[in-house]
């Protein structure tokens, strides 16, 4: 048997070793290059030598190695944000700006010159539309921002864009940002527009302040006229409606009480026309008892004094001494 030297077996290991290391080399490259993650706030669009394939999700994800498939990673959950007319060079407790006035001076349609800062949010609803539609999509989403709020900066007077017009400047950019990228076919959706800080240039700002005050000192004041409207005249008409009620329901009980008298004299008149002489002598007596109803020391006797007349009941319990009055 022929003696196997070490020379010769390290000669016959050596072309064995380079193939093993160069198969592990191309499988390494091949699992890079076929593999991919997607985040859970991504979507990932594939292309198949730079023909758009598919769009997958989150997770572990597989496509043909060694460059014929191409993964763009798109952001399609997250709510992302552009600001003009400053810049957030730290964020957190203590946050830093700079202002960026090329971006912030506008000219208001009353000729006046104002500094309007902004943001503009967004998120990506097409990413495929994101990926291939537009070169510039940063830049694009900017200068169509700035050319809507100066549009409808330009349309109002300084003192609206400062108050009243605020809100509305806000959901009229959105929407005509929005209808701007729907016909770009930039693939995002405008959530929201938010002015941030509206101020006047620097040399008017204190006629500003005194314009401001003094209208805040007017609303303050016409709230607290309406205030006190509101108290007092829901009083006053309560107060009038009950006066209202008590003469209603005065006169009611008079016209009752005129119509009640009314039908006892007919009634009266009817049995005094049957029996003139007894009527007369049975109203003397109502009248008398009426009188002397509530008098509990008046004894009535007749003229001639020789009987009591059973007109009332004496009050026994009184003090018997007491003086006596004689109806003559």
Known sequence: MQNVTPSKLIGFFKPLT???????????????????????TEEAVVTRFGRYRQTTGPGLQFKLPFGIDKQYVVNVKSVQTEQFGF???????????????????????????????????????????????VMERTATIRDVSRSAINMLV????????????????????????????????????????KLQNIDPPAGVQEAFDDVNKAEQDMNRLINEGQQAYNAEIPRAKGEAERLIQVSQGYATERVNRAKG?????NSVYEEYRKAPELTRQRLYYEMIEEVFKDDKETVIIDRTFNNFL??????????SGAASQEVR
């Open 261 to 265: 008298d009314v039908a006892r004299f």
């Open 310 to 319: 059973p007109l009332k009941n004496l009050d026994t319990s009184r003090n």
């Open 87 to 133: 810049r957030t060079l730290q964020s957190g407790i203590a946050s830093t700006y700079a202002n960026q006035t090329n971006e912030s001076t506008m000219l208001t349609g009353d000729l006046n010159i104002v500094d309007v800062e902004w943001i503009i949010q967004y998120r990506v609803v097409d990413p495929v539309a994101w990926t291939f539609n």
């Open 154 to 193: 330009g349309d109002r007077t300084i003192m609206d864009i400062m108050g009243p017009e605020r809100s509305a400047i806000e959901a009229a950019g959105t929407e005509f940002m929005n209808e701007t990228f729907r016909s770009y076919g930039l693939g995002i959706d405008v959530i929201a527009v």
């Open 18 to 40: 380079i193939i093993l290391i160069a198969v592990g080399i191309v499988l390494v490259i091949f699992l890079g290059t076929s593999m991919y993650i997607v985040d859970q």
